[in-house]
């Protein structure tokens, strides 16, 4: 008899060990012993078995160059121990009602993300684990659309062409070294936030680089002059701090934002006013700080509103709800803090 089961009182193991796992790998590959012997061995069920197997299946090669399936005891144990660690924690949180309910109307009315309402409240869970739960559905109701982030994989296999439609030269691959890597304040992403898809009003959305700081403008439609008039709006209100406020935008490809010169040119002053660049086709990760914040404006302004009966004093809540915004990226310090 195995030695594991030498006691009186034969325990139960909830998970298997390593040692348990080791003694699978000897009994299975070496002394071919059934899933059932096995099992009744360590005092588990067939389907533990079955499964723990199934876990650590691996290829070998013989002596006589064949290729056979095995077990490994390692390969199981890494496998388990990463599941353990997307797991996360278990979350101890079931019977206290009130902190649920509290979770719950941070992720709905405040909408935060798991990060920050774990950092707000300082619990001693992680946001992996809130995150498991809401999609268990065994504790919150929530949804994964109910998260702040709904992230999508991406391929990022895609060929990195230049649109026909600009110079070469206004490409992303000529921005400037301090604009790429986040160096200096003032190189911002743009694009827009499209309605109903009717004509209608739309937010014309920039996104400062370094700090993530936003601006929303609302535009009565979506022609490259309204994004002008935008610009050209901008430029007014800050004077001569525009300069050194916005000094680059990197937008997509699309129409509006084709006329790049008409976008440079100073309303104010002789000569540009910014620079403008253009990310590759098919290549939205490249205004990714830009795609995030949108995708956080999406929480108060759904795919399918009409941005027409939105107004000013709203848009202006969101953004300010933007640059208030705890960041885990910055310790917890919002975009109004790190742009100081």
Partial sequence: MCLLNNNISRKKYKHLTFNERT????????????????????NKSDRTIRREIKRGKTQNLTTNLEVIEVYSATIAEEKYQENLRAKGQNLKIGNDIELVKIIEQK???????????????????????????????EIFNLSTEDMIYNKQKKNKNVEKRISKKVPAEKSIDFRPKEANERMDYGHWEGDLIIGKREKGAVLFTLTERLSRKEIIIKLKNKEAKSVKKALNKLERNYGKRF??????????????????????????????????????????????????????????????????????????????????????????????????
Avoid at 29 to 39: L, Q, V, Y
Avoid at 269 to 296: D, F, I, Q, T, W
Wanted: proline share 3%; glycine share 4%; net charge positive.
């Fill in 243 to 340: 300069y050194s406020i916005i000094k680059s935008i990197t937008f997509d490809n699309g129409s509006e934002f084709q006329k790049y010169e008409e976008l440079e040119k100073s309303c104010l002053r002789k000569g540009k006013r910014l620079e403008v660049y253009y990310a590759h086709p098919y290549c939205s990760g490249e205004r990714g700080s830009n795609e995030n914040n949108n995708r956080m404006i999406r929480r108060w302004i759904p795919k399918g509103t009409n941005i027409d009966e939105i107004s000013e004093k709203e848009i202006k809540r969101i953004e300010d709800w933007l640059n208030e915004y705890p960041r885990a990226m910055f310790g917890y310090r919002t975009s109004n803090e790190v742009s100081k």
């Fill in 23 to 42: 003694m699978i790998e000897r009994w299975y590959n070496i002394d071919k012993r059934s899933i059932t012997n096995i099992a009744e061995l360590l």
């Fill in 107 to 137: 992720l709905k009315q405040e909408k935060k993300s798991p990060e920050v309402i774990v950092y707000e409240l300082g619990i001693k869970i992680s946001a992996r684990t809130i995150r498991n739960y809401i999609q268990s559905k």
